[in-house]
C-alpha cells in the first residue's frame, strides 16, 4: 500500500465492477465471440460477420453517428446493431429486436465468477461503512451475488442523465444519496482515467487498484493523476477501515 497525498476520513466506499472485483477480460472476449457466431447463425449472415472485429468496427461507426449514445452502452450496442444490419441489408424490425438481441448478450457477458476473496473483503468492509457500486457498465449485478453488499449500483445506463466516469456525476449522485461530502467517499478502482481522474476530478478520495484484479488493467504508464493511494489487493482496504 502506497499513500499519495494524506487520507481524509472515509463515511462510504464505492467500487468500480469490471475488473476491479472479478476479472473481467476473458468473460467479454467469449462473450464477444459467442454473440457474433449467434448473430451470424440466427441471422445467416455472410461468413465475416464471425469476425468480432467486424462488429467492434460497425459499433465504432455507430459511435461517430449518435456521440450522445456514449453514455449509454445498452443503447449504444443496439443501435450499433440497427445500423449494421441496415447495412448488411437485413434490417431489423425496430430497436426493440435490437434490445432483445442486447439482453442476450448482457446474459453472456455477465457470467462472470467472483472470487471468493472479493466476496471476504467486500463482507467485512460491509459491517464498518456503506459501500455502493459505480460503474459504467451493463453487467447484471444480481448474477454477480454482490448485490447484498452495496447500498445501490449507479450505471449511466440505469441512471437517466447521468454521464459516463469519469465525468463527475455518478461520483457526486453517490455522495449526494450516502449524504456524504465528497471527500469522504473513497473510491476504488482500476482503471486510470475512469476511476482515478475521474473520482478525484469529483472531489472524492480515489484507492487505485494497481493492474486490476487480474494484472490486465493499465499501468502506471497511463496514469495522469496520482490517486489518494495505491494498492495491490483489495484486502488491502482491510488494513484502512
Avoid at 457474433?36 to 453517428?65: H, I
Avoid at 467486500?122 to 459504467?136: D, G, H, T, V, Y
Amino acid at each position: 500500500m502506497r499513500f499519495n497525498t494524506a487520507l481524509q476520513p472515509i463515511a462510504a466506499l464505492s467500487f468500480d465492477l469490471d475488473d476491479t472485483l472479478y476479472d473481467n477480460a476473458p468473460v467479454i472476449a467469449a462473450a464477444e465471440s459467442w454473440f457474433a457466431a449467434y448473430l451470424t447463425s440466427r441471422y445467416r449472415l455472410p461468413g465475416y460477420c464471425l469476425d468480432v472485429r467486424f462488429w467492434t468496427e460497425q459499433k465504432k461507426l455507430t459511435a461517430q453517428l449518435y456521440p450522445q449514445l456514449k453514455d449509454d452502452v445498452t443503447l449504444l450496442r443496439a443501435q450499433a446493431l440497427c445500423d449494421t444490419f441496415e447495412r448488411l441489408k437485413r434490417p431489423l424490425k425496430d430497436i426493440s429486436e435490437a434490445l432483445q438481441l442486447v439482453d442476450i448478450f448482457i446474459d453472456k457477458r455477465s457470467a462472470v465468477s467472483v472470487p471468493p476473496e472479493t466476496h471476504r473483503v467486500l463482507q467485512r468492509l460491509a459491517l464498518k461503512l456503506p459501500l455502493c457500486a459505480i460503474s459504467n457498465g451493463n453487467v447484471q449485478a444480481t448474477r454477480l451475488g454482490l448485490k447484498d453488499y452495496f447500498a445501490f449500483d449507479l450505471r449511466p445506463a440505469t441512471t437517466p442523465g447521468m454521464a459516463r466516469k469519469p465525468a463527475a456525476d455518478l461520483y457526486l449522485q453517490a455522495a449526494a444519496r450516502l449524504n456524504i461530502p465528497p471527500q469522504a467517499l473513497l473510491h476504488v478502482g482500476d482503471e486510470p482515467m475512469t476511476d482515478v481522474a475521474g473520482a478525484l476530478a469529483a472531489g472524492c478520495q480515489c484507492a487505485w487498484l494497481r493492474g486490476g484484479i487480474a494484472g490486465r488493467s493499465p499501468k502506471d504508464d497511463k496514469l495522469f493523476t496520482l490517486p489518494t493511494l495505491e494498492i495491490d489487493a483489495l484486502a488491502d482496504l482491510l488494513r484502512l477501515i
